[in-house]
């Protein structure tokens, strides 16, 4: 069961016109919430949990919290896509749910309306959440939104054919072109990412952009130029297929299933598919870093449950329960080992550590992982587009480093 998670960093993203539509119109009319004569017994949520796996899974859990409460819970499921032009079409005829469930990067765009309630106002306890889960979840210094679990990225790798070449997982970005070097055979390739043109590649992107010491604020700066020459030179070397601009991260999984590369950078989204099949042992390790001794910084991925303003404040308080509810340490705890991504309660997160071993670097790379938006806040979409071309222009050889981080700096602020 793939579960809403990974960037959908990436499967909820909108273009930049349409992020400002989104805001101006919001900023205009607000995010009044159900008004029309809701049942006040009801609580609704507007979220993407289209799969029939993944709704059954959330009103389970909702129910859980729900019934105690003498309340129901009513999901309005769309696309992951068309969540943010469904909000704003239910927005314009005051009846905006309850619960409004953004990807992490979507959140800044509304709370930049004024929209959404501060969680502190309606007794939602974030004192418990990691730091990166917090920054996700929050715009200006205010957390308007809450997770129940994240996700990231991490190396995975096929056991049996480092084995087989005596190797160990790579810790260093030069051990990782060496081990992907000596990989390298045949048709099968040493390293396989997502260097598509869009969210899922700057997704793959972020963890040797920041961990080179990239500022997507200054993207011109030439710290975040070595991770640039890190993916050329793998590519070039031949350890990666030229394909990579091409590849979603589903396209990177189905290679590494194959047998056509032997390692890969991914999510825990991908688990229940590496799960299913007995043709690859594999396992999970960190994301190689430029030195020894450094921590990754991946980015964080994942969903946040926002409440929308309402004048009805017992409407605000059941929501607020709920969410209580929905992130107490046993329930985090449950809902992340049911769709693979790892609790955002430090509590939760331990016990899933130690329940999951084998996932357990994710758990660990979550600790140190960054918000796309807790710098740049609601100019991510226009700078996410600049790095997108600048690694491709990278890799299908029109730019140098230097040069496509210049360009995509004066892409990125183009306008201001």
């Known amino acids: 069961m793939q579960m809403r998670g990974h960037p959908r960093t990436g499967r909820a993203r909108r273009t930049r016109a349409t992020a ?19 049942d006040p017994d009801t609580v609704t949520v507007l979220n993407s ?16 919290c729900a019934e105690p409460l003498g309340l129901s819970v009513e ?24 619960i409004l469930e953004l990807d992490g990067s979507e959140l800044p765009q509304f709370a930049e309306t004024d929209g959404l309630r501060p969680l502190a106002e309606i007794g939602v306890d974030t004192s418990v959440y990691s730091d990166s889960a917090v920054a996700m979840g929050s715009f200006d210094g205010t957390q308007y939104g809450v997770a129940r679990s994240v996700n990231s990225l991490a190396l995975i790798y096929n056991t049996e054919m480092l084995a087989d070449a005596g190797l160990e997982p790579p810790t260093t970005w030069a051990e ?10 045949g048709d099968t390739y040493g390293m396989a990412f997502s260097a598509s043109p869009n969210a899922d590649g700057v997704y793959q992107f972020l963890p040797f952009f920041w961990t080179a010491g990239g500022d997507e604020a200054h993207l011109d700066d030439g710290a975040g130029a070595p991770a640039l020459q890190l993916w050329k030179d793998l590519v070039d070397a031949g350890s990666a297929s030229r394909s990579v601009v091409n590849w979603n991260q589903q396209d ?8 056509r590369t032997a390692m890969m950078i991914n999510g825990p989204w991908q688990v229940p598919v590496l799960d299913a099949q007995d043709d690859v042992d594999w396992a999970v390790a960190s994301i190689p870093v430029p030195e020894a001794g450094q921590d990754p910084v991946p980015p964080i991925g ?10 009805d404040r017992e409407r605000e308080e059941n929501a607020a329960a709920i969410l209580n509810c929905l992130n107490s340490q046993g329930n985090q705890l449950a809902w992340g080992e049911r769709v693979n991504n790892v609790p955002t309660r430090a509590d939760a997160a331990d016990a899933y550590r130690a329940a999951n071993p084998k996932l357990a ?3 660990d790379l979550v600790t140190t992982a960054r918000s796309r938006t807790g710098e740049v806040g609601t100019r991510w979409p226009v700078v996410e587009t600049a790095l997108a071309g600048a690694f491709q222009s990278v890799l299908t050889g029109r730019s140098s480093p230097d040069a496509a981080l210049d360009n995509a700096q004066r892409q990125a602020t183009a306008g201001e």
């Open 20 to 38: 400002l539509a989104l805001v101006g119109t919001l900023a205009a009319g607000g995010l009044a919430a159900c008004a029309a004569e809701p």
């Open 49 to 64: 949990a289209t799969d029939t796996a993944e709704h059954d899974a959330n009103q389970e859990f909702f129910d859980r």
């Open 75 to 98: 999901q309005i499921s769309v696309p992951a896509e068309q969540v943010a032009s469904k909000a704003l079409r239910m927005a314009s005829s005051d009846s905006l749910t309850d």
């Open 176 to 185: 990782l072109e060496d081990t992907a070097a000596a990989l390298t055979q």
């Open 252 to 259: 990177v999984n189905d290679q590494f299933l194959s047998g």
């Open 302 to 311: 994942g969903t946040v449950m926002t409440v929308p303003k309402n004048d």
């Open 361 to 363: 670097p994710f758990a």
